[in-house]
């Protein structure tokens, strides 16, 4: 009887902790929320193998007290047990690297904007981002066009592509390309060392529009 209370005990103190671990990775932004995620997956997987290991006995249970007899799992609950274990495994291993390679998302701003301002169809910006980037492999950017003029159409009809130069080199393959004024987009920088930048290059209809480039929000994270 003790023995069972102290199992069902800590059992109880698993499950706080577990729940309180679930908790606290919300709080670390949207990489904390994947964390938060695979974590439930995992109490998941395990809640799932601990019901599954209960095993029947080997023969039916005697009439008159005896000595414990030796119980069996059936082959088909040692499969299932040994591929949930596994999953169990895989993604505890994967939380566990996550948390040690994780680097807190990063809103950074505002933002160096070269070339911004009075652009036409055709010109392109140059956003720089700082150093800060080195640690962290995306960026979630959005970028805003102004007509100082407040004359015809020329923000909403516009296009942006928005293309990474990481090392003074441009990562054509990880841009967003033709995108709406205010959209978010996450672009992948890779392992930069030296600096990054953005190039934004303007699409508009009408030829005759001038505006001005900034940006309104930018987060690095991993």
């Not at 516009?158 to 996450?186: F, M, Q, S, Y």
Request: contains cysteine; hydrophobic residues 45%.
């Amino acid at each position: 009887m003790k023995t069972r209370t102290l199992h069902s005990s800590i059992a109880w103190l698993a499950v706080v902790v577990a729940m309180a671990l679930g908790v606290g990775l919300t709080f670390l932004g949207e990489t904390g929320a994947r964390l938060a995620g695979v974590w439930s997956l995992t109490v998941a997987i395990i809640s799932i193998v601990c019901a599954w290991r209960q095993p029947q006995p080997s023969s039916p249970a005697p009439l008159r007290r005896r000595p414990p007899q030796r119980q069996i799992l059936s082959p088909a609950r040692k499969r299932v047990i040994g591929a949930a274990t596994a999953l169990a495994l895989l993604a505890s291993a994967y939380l566990t690297y996550s948390v040690i390679a994780y680097r807190p998302d990063l809103t950074i701003g505002p933002l160096d904007v070269q070339y911004g301002h009075n652009m036409m169809e055709g010109n392109y910006a140059l956003i720089k981002v700082p150093e800060s980037a080195f640690d962290r492999r995306f960026l979630t950017l959005k970028v805003t066009l102004r007509n100082p003029s407040g004359a015809g159409s020329c923000v909403t009809p516009a296009r942006v592509d928005l293309i990474p130069i990481v090392d003074r080199v441009e990562r054509n393959e990880h841009a967003a390309w033709k995108k709406r004024p205010g959209e978010t987009v996450e672009l992948h920088l890779g392992h930069a060392r030296k600096e990054v930048q953005i190039k934004a290059v303007l699409y508009e209809d009408d030829l005759a529009c001038r505006v001005d480039l900034s940006v309104a929000e930018a987060v690095l994270h991993n």
